[in-house]
């Protein structure tokens, strides 16, 4: 007879079919992952709050890089750098 649990390492966001509760299961999160886990509550629960008229322009504001590959933006991706530096106090490689 098998007893117990399985222990499991990460965090997972589960939200209700209508967006009306969003609950953050598994590992505590630490400041490394608490950022991307509320733009994952806000994506899943209020999707129709991010657009032009509502909640983007100010998510922007807080997260210059929300939306934009990195990957493929070489400019906001020295520009994020740059600023990370700056307020690190750090050299800007």
Known sequence: MKRGGSL???????A?????????????????????????VLEKCFPDHLNKSGWLP????????????LIEDEAMTRQ???DTAAVLKIENI
């Open 8 to 14: 499991e390492f990460g965090t997972e966001l589960v």
């Open 58 to 69: 100010k998510l922007r504001e807080i997260i210059p890089s929300y939306g934009v590959s």
């Open 16 to 40: 209700a079919a209508d967006r009306s509760l969003v609950a953050l299961l598994g590992a505590s999160p630490g400041a490394s992952t608490a950022a991307s886990i509320i733009i994952n």
């Open 80 to 82: 994020i750098r740059a």
